[in-house]
Every structure is written in structure tokens, then in C-alpha cells.
């Protein structure tokens, strides 16, 4: 029912940048807060980013000054623009979406993930 689609990533060079989108359908409720998680290789996730609906965002110390999210409430899609990535920066980045029910409270939602690797 809902789907949580997450698009953009790809193979770039050090220094190099990316755009990635994650746009989320399929429920009437509306989006408390979106972000950004990422997994690296033999690594646990982690939370690279989350910006909620009044915009209020929250960012990873690695990626401080380098990743900007954006949200576009109207059409439920946030945006990870990525600038100076770096090798370490190599991973699955993963979009949530957390929707505000009146029965259930907060629920969180997944994409599929999308490959980010930085390379030489």
C-alpha cells in the first residue's frame, strides 16, 4: 500500500555529487518526518540525515556541511543533495518516511535503498 522510492544513486568520483529523491505514496495520512539512513559494507545503518514537516533537520557529523536534505511536503519527496563525497561516504542509502496516524501513532516506512559508491 505504501511505497517509500528512493532513485539518484550511482557511481561518482571523490569531490564529485549527487542528488538523490525519495518520493513516498499510498496513504492517506500525512508525513511527520523523512530521512536519510545509509549502509555501508559489514557495517550497522545509520542515520545520515531526517528533516520533519516544519522543517526542523538533524544530520550525521560526517556529513555536516558537505549533504543538504530538502522536503517537498506538497508532493511528499525529499531530497539528499551530496556534495565533496567522499570514498567512506560508499554505502546503500536508504529513504524513510514517517507517517502520523491517529491509530497507530508514528509509522515508519522504507525504500528499497539505492547504491552510492565513491570511487576513483
Known amino acids: 500500500q505504501v511505497q517509500v522510492v528512493e532513485s539518484g544513486g550511482g557511481l561518482v568520483q571523490p569531490g564529485g555529487s549527487l542528488r538523490l529523491s525519495c518520493a513516498a505514496s499510498g496513504s492517506i495520512y500525512s508525513i511527520y518526518a523523512m530521512g536519510w539512513y545509509r549502509q555501508a559494507p559489514g557495517k550497522q545503518r545509520e542515520l545520515v540525515t531526517s528533516?520533519?514537516?516544519?522543517?526542523?533537520?538533524v544530520y550525521a557529523d560526517s556529513v555536516k556541511g558537505r549533504f543538504t536534505i530538502s522536503r517537498d511536503n506538497a508532493k511528499d519527496t525529499a531530497y539528499l543533495q551530496m556534495n565533496s563525497l567522499k570514498p567512506e561516504d560508499t554505502a546503500v542509502y536508504y529513504c524513510?518516511?514517517?507517517?502520523?496516524?491517529?491509530?497507530?501513532?508514528?509509522?515508519?516506512?522504507w525504500g528499497q535503498g539505492t547504491q552510492v559508491t565513491v570511487s576513483s
Open positions: 524513510n518516511a514517517d507517517f502520523s496516524t491517529p491509530i497507530t501513532g508514528t509509522r515508519r516506512y
Open positions: 528533516i520533519t514537516r516544519d522543517g526542523s533537520t
